[in-house]
C-alpha cells in the first residue's frame, strides 16, 4: 500500500488568509508514462460526503473555486486555501490513485477559523 | 445530474454480513460511469476505500478486506452492491457508494451509518 501522511492534523487561520496543508506519499504517485501525478484533494464538510476539489495534483474540479490550488510532484505536495473564507471549514484529505489496486488517504487535516 | 443513493441495514450483528445496495438516479450505471465503489468512514476518523469495480466488471478489493469482501453491479441495471462477511466493531462506519465519472470519484452518496453491535 502506498500510505499518505498529512500534516498538520488540524490549523486554524484567520479569514482572509492563507492555509497550507501538506500530504507526502510512502513512494511516488507520479506515472512516468504521462508525467502526471495521481494525487487528488477532497473537502469534506461536517455531515456531508467528501467533495473533489483537485486531481492530477493541482487540476481543480468544475466549480471549485481558484483560491484552492495544489502543487507538488513525486512524493510532496501541498494543498494552499488562499484568502480563507467562512465556508472553508472542514476537513481535507489527500489521496492517491496510482494503483487502483490501492486507493489510500491521508489521514486529514482539519481547518479551523482563527 | 447523477445521483446515488446507498440503502441497507443501519445495524449489524457481529460475526453476520453486512449487504448494502447503492441505487443509481441516472440510466444504466454502464452510461458514463467507468468506476463504481464503497467507501466508508468510521465515526471520527478518516476515509477509507473498500472496492470498486469497472464498467467492463473487472473488480478491485482493498488489500485489508480482501477475503471479506464482495462488490458487484449489473450494468444493465440501476444498482451495484457490497457484501461484507464477519463483521465486527471495527466495520462500524458511514458507508458511501461513490462513482467515477472524470478522473477520480466524483460522485457520492449521502452515505448511510451502520452499527455493528449485538
Known amino acids: 500500500d502506498i500510505v499518505m501522511t498529512q500534516s498538520p492534523d488540524s490549523l486554524a487561520v484567520s479569514l482572509g488568509e492563507r492555509a497550507t496543508i501538506s500530504c507526502k506519499s510512502s513512494?511516488?504517485?507520479?506515472?512516468?508514462?504521462?508525467?502526471?501525478?495521481?494525487l487528488a484533494w477532497y473537502q469534506q464538510k461536517p455531515g456531508q460526503p467528501p467533495k473533489v476539489l483537485l486531481y492530477?495534483?493541482?487540476t481543480r474540479e468544475s466549480g471549485v473555486p481558484d483560491r484552492f490550488s495544489g502543487s507538488g510532484s513525486g512524493t510532496d505536495f501541498t494543498l494552499t486555501i488562499s484568502n480563507l473564507q467562512p465556508e472553508d471549514v472542514a476537513v481535507y484529505y489527500c489521496?492517491?490513485?496510482?494503483?487502483?489496486?490501492?486507493?489510500?488517504f491521508g489521514g486529514g487535516t482539519k481547518v479551523e477559523i482563527k | 445530474q447523477l445521483q446515488l443513493q446507498e440503502s441497507g441495514p443501519g445495524l449489524v450483528k457481529p460475526a453476520e454480513t453486512l449487504s448494502l445496495t447503492c441505487t443509481v438516479s441516472?440510466?444504466?450505471?454502464?452510461?458514463?460511469?467507468?468506476?463504481w465503489g464503497w467507501m466508508r468512514q468510521p465515526p471520527g476518523e478518516g476515509l477509507e476505500w473498500i472496492a470498486s469495480?469497472?464498467?467492463?466488471?473487472?473488480?478491485y478489493y482493498n488489500p485489508s478486506l480482501k477475503g471479506r469482501v464482495s462488490i458487484s453491479g449489473d450494468t444493465s441495471d440501476t444498482q451495484f452492491s457490497l457484501t461484507l462477511t464477519s463483521v465486527n466493531a471495527a466495520d462500524t462506519a458511514v458507508y458511501y457508494c461513490?462513482?467515477?465519472?472524470?478522473?477520480?470519484?466524483?460522485?457520492w452518496g449521502q452515505g448511510i451509518f451502520v452499527t455493528v453491535s449485538s
Open positions: 461513490v462513482g467515477l465519472v472524470g478522473v477520480v470519484f466524483d460522485y
Open positions: 441516472i440510466g444504466s450505471i454502464n452510461n458514463f460511469i467507468y468506476y
Open positions: 469495480i469497472s464498467h467492463t466488471g473487472r473488480t
Open positions: 513512494q511516488s504517485v507520479l506515472y512516468n508514462s504521462d508525467n502526471k501525478n495521481y
Open positions: 492530477w495534483a493541482s
Open positions: 489521496q492517491q490513485y496510482y494503483s487502483s489496486q490501492g486507493l489510500t
